[in-house]
């Protein structure tokens, strides 16, 4: 029920921006893209979501394609501390309505 | 921000004893709460929605009467891992959502690592 694919792994170098993709094309109109990461042996940590505009915070970047169909999140300046799985999930904004994990991106950032 | 704990953060305990893991939304009231279950190099799997007041929802596959849930409070729910077994052991995370908040974050607890022996 993820309904997300990831690259499984990907590298980024220190300092460069990373860009990580997402596929959600079964991606339903109301549903929201959330952006989560966990490193290593914590919970996951939250970064950021949204329905159709692009959104930018202090962590991230997520652009959504106009069909909704993929997403990218974006790191600007990727550091160490950066390297994590990275989760994209897709989701009804009601408070019940669960979580479902993927597999998500696993991403090292290289000195 | 708001910030979810778990107690404890790691356990030991024989085959066969039953063990109690503690969520605990600290600074807001979670209308719902979620346990997730998470084996070495694998995603998090959803095992139950917890909300307060009333039986838990367990995914497919869970074993109800294994893993109990109790989400006695706005800010407290427990998982009981009931006659534990080594292939129990794992990491178990815990979640919670605050209706107040327009977009219904959810806020991840930092995990319980069971170890069975």
């Known amino acids: 029920d993820a309904k997300t694919t990831q690259p499984t792994s990907m590298d980024c170098a220190e300092g460069r921006a990373a860009n990580l993709p997402c596929n959600h094309s079964t991606i339903s109109g109301n549903e929201y893209v959330y952006w989560y990461r966990q490193i290593h042996s914590q919970g996951p940590q939250y970064i950021i979501h949204?329905?159709?505009n692009n959104e930018t915070n202090e962590m991230a970047s997520l652009i959504i394609t106009e069909d909704r169909k993929s997403s990218t999140l974006i790191l600007p300046h990727a550091t160490l501390r950066d390297t994590a799985v990275y989760y994209c999930i897709v989701r009804l904004p009601n408070t019940g309505n669960q979580f479902y994990f993927g597999t998500g991106t696993s991403l090292t950032v290289i000195p | 921000g708001a910030v979810v704990s778990q107690h404890p953060s790691r356990v030991i305990c024989k085959s066969g004893t039953s063990v109690k893991i503690e969520c605990r939304s600290l600074d807001f009231q979670a209308t719902t709460m979620f346990w997730y279950r998470q084996f070495p190099k694998q995603s998090l799997m959803l095992m139950a929605t917890s909300n307060e007041g009333s039986k838990a929802t367990y995914e497919q596959g869970v074993e109800k009467d294994k893993f109990l849930i109790n989400h006695a409070s706005l800010t407290l729910s427990t998982l009981t891992v009931t006659s534990a077994h080594p292939e129990d052991s794992s990491f178990y995370i815990c979640s919670a959502v605050s209706g107040s908040r327009s977009y219904n974050e959810q806020f991840f607890g930092p995990g319980t690592r069971l170890t069975v022996l």
């Open positions: 949204g329905l159709k």
